[in-house]
C-alpha cells in the first residue's frame, strides 16, 4: 500500500449504531488529520494529530472521537450519528503542521445515516 | 470570520487556457494551496504560494498578491482530464488551513 488509505470506502448506518472509520498513511509523516467534506461546502476540519497528539479540535460534536493510537493510524468513532452527519469523511497527512507541508489526502469514505 | 471565495462553476473548451480565481480574508497568512478533486477522489496536491508572483508548473501556474487577498490557478492547453474541482486553501496564522468550496471546471470538446 503507498499514500493514504482509508477503510471502509462506504458506510451506511443507523442513527443507533456504533462504527468506525480507519485511516492508514505509508508516508512517514508526522501529522494526521480528519476532514467532512459535505456537497457544495469548504472542507471542514474536524481533528489534527500532531506526533500522536490532539492539537486541534475544531468544535466536533461528541459523537465522533478520534483515536490516534501511533502516527501512522488514525480512527474515527462514530455513535449516535444524525442525517445530517453524512458526507464525505476525508484523512490526510502530512511531515508536520506549519507552513509548507502538503497535506496527502486518502480517498475518502463516503457515509450515510439513515 | 475567514472566508475563502472562489467561483462556484466554469466551462472551458478543451485545448484553451482558463482563470480560476480565489480571493480569501483570513486572521494571518502562511501560504495559499491549490489542489485538484475529480469526482469521488481524493484532494491532489497542485501548489503553494507564499510570496507574490507567478508559480509554473508544466500546465498549471499559480498566482498571488498578498495586498489584495487574491489567486489565480491558470490552466493552459485544457485537456478533457482537467475536468474536475479545484480547491483553493489559505493557511492561516494558526497554521490551520481555511478552504473554499471550489471550482467545478467543466471541459468540453
Known amino acids: 500500500e503507498t499514500g493514504v488509505t482509508q477503510t471502509p470506502r462506504h458506510l451506511v448506518m443507523g442513527m443507533t449504531n456504533k462504527k468506525s472509520l480507519k485511516c492508514e498513511q505509508h508516508l512517514g509523516h508526522n501529522a494526521m488529520y480528519w476532514y467532512k467534506q459535505s456537497a457544495k461546502k469548504p472542507l471542514e476540519l474536524m481533528f489534527v494529530y500532531s506526533l500522536e497528539e490532539r492539537v486541534e479540535n475544531n468544535s466536533v460534536p461528541s459523537r465522533f472521537s478520534p483515536e490516534c493510537p501511533n502516527s501512522s493510524h488514525l480512527f474515527l468513532h462514530l455513535h449516535t450519528l444524525q442525517p445530517e452527519d453524512s458526507a464525505l469523511y476525508l484523512c490526510?497527512?502530512?511531515?508536520?503542521?506549519?507552513?509548507?507541508?502538503?497535506?496527502?489526502f486518502g480517498p475518502g469514505t463516503r457515509l450515510t445515516v439513515l | 470570520g475567514q472566508n475563502i471565495d472562489q467561483p462556484t462553476e466554469m466551462t472551458a473548451t478543451e485545448g484553451a487556457i482558463v482563470q480560476i480565481n480565489c480571493t480569501y480574508q483570513t486572521s494571518g497568512f502562511n501560504g495559499l494551496f491549490w489542489y485538484q478533486q475529480h469526482a469521488g477522489e481524493a484532494p491532489t496536491f497542485l501548489s503553494y504560494?507564499?510570496l507574490d508572483g507567478l508559480e509554473e508548473k508544466g500546465r498549471f501556474s499559480s498566482f498571488l498578491s498578498r495586498s489584495k487577498g487574491y489567486s489565480y490557478l491558470l490552466l493552459k492547453e485544457l485537456q478533457m482530464k482537467d475536468s474536475a474541482s479545484y480547491l483553493c486553501?489559505?493557511?492561516?496564522?494558526?497554521?490551520?488551513?481555511?478552504w473554499g468550496a471550489g471550482t467545478k471546471l467543466i471541459i468540453k470538446p
Open positions: 486553501a489559505v493557511m492561516d496564522s494558526n497554521y490551520q488551513l481555511i
Open positions: 490526510a497527512s502530512s511531515q508536520g503542521t506549519g507552513g509548507y507541508n502538503e497535506q496527502f
Open positions: 504560494n507564499v
